[in-house]
């Protein structure tokens, strides 16, 4: 019925990113009826889904799978019983773990459409980054105008969504970032303070803020580095844990917990995703979009790969020192036919 495969990043056995990844082609799906047939256009390579390559992640897959934790395209095809979804939208996948391929069936209830007007390869990047930063700032303090928020790993993904969010809220940022070349890009970008991730810095931000209270801290990282933004909030601020980039666990002084009753919290956008009400991820979502058009949220792209390129694109998202997200083109050549 046609000549076009449908590329597939798989994964067979847990291990070292680049080498377990695998580019297979199997058949193209046909929707039947409540289903939504979806052609990819673009798939970030996020830490998350080296951490399931790695077989280390909260939740893995049964093996063999096809992997990717999220993705954007376009509607090529409606099984019967939908109206809700036409040929043409541009969607993405926000209930699927299986996005790094050309060709994705999923349930209505698995995708968000986003205005034509989202260029793909911002919306291919909606799903986690932004919003994992909208929860931060909305989900454990009731920030109020020109509060301070600090945050380490400000230069990453979710860290960039953070400064952009808290811009347009009307609250100040913290940034604690490890390199030197970070600090006048993330200043231009809205950041009201960056600073280097090390004492020194925190001396200087502790000197810039003043007697400021610091109510929120978001960590990245762990070890020294999430011990020394904890160490600037105030009194009965709140720590929230959501990566863990440094590989080290928490060190929590007890005097933190005793005297200044500190909350230590975390966060898993997976099991927002999974039990909030569909109503409340679409507001959320929206929000980010309008965000978006308007060029207040932007999410830097170092480089683009395609999926025939997939070791040189593990190797390449796996490196610190990135100018941005790692995506995989998988948009449809002139020559697909279906
Ligand atoms: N809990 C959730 O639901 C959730 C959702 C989204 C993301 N996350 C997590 O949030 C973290 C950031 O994700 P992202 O996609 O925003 O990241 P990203 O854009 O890929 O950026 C990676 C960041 O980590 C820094 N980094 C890398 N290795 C490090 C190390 N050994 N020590 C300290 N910093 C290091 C990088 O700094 P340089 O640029 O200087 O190398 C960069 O700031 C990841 O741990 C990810 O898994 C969690």
Known sequence: ?????????????????????????????????????????????????????????????????????????????VGGDIDTFCTGDQVIYLQRNDCWQDFVLARPEQLLIVPDALDPMAASMLKINPSTAWLL?????????????????????????????AKAKG??????????????????AGADLVVLDNDAGKATALEAIGNAPVRLALNAVGGDSALRIMSMLAEAGTHVTYGAMGRRPLKIPNSFLIFKGLHVRGLWLSRWLNSA???????????????????????????????????????????????????????????EER
């Open 277 to 335: 009400p569909r109503a409340e991820i679409e507001n959320v979502y929206s929000e980010l979009v309008q965000l978006m058009l308007k060029g207040k949220l932007p999410q830097p792209i170092d480089c683009v790969f395609a999926p025939e390129q997939i070791v040189q694109a593990i190797q390449k998202a796996s490196q610190p020192r990135r100018d941005g997200k790692v995506l995989l083109d998988f948009r449809p050549t002139g020559s």
């Open 137 to 165: 700032l909305h989900h454990f303090v009731d920030l109020q105008p020109a509060d301070w928020i600090v945050q380490n790993a400000s230069n990453s993904g979710v860290g960039q969504a953070v400064i952009a969010i």
């Open 1 to 77: 019925m046609n000549n076009t495969t449908n590329r597939q990043i798989t994964l067979h056995h847990f291990g070292s990113p680049a080498e377990v990844a695998q580019l297979k082609r199997n058949p193209v799906p046909e929707p039947k009826p409540g289903e939504v047939l979806v052609r990819s256009h673009y798939a970030p390579i996020n830490p998350a889904d080296l951490n399931v390559l790695e077989g280390r992640y909260g939740k893995l897959p049964p093996l063999p799978a096809v992997i990717g934790n999220e993705g954007g395209g376009r509607v090529i095809d």
């Open 171 to 188: 609250w100040r940022t913290v940034n604690f970032v490890r390199r030197d070349e970070l600090i006048a890009p993330l200043s231009a």
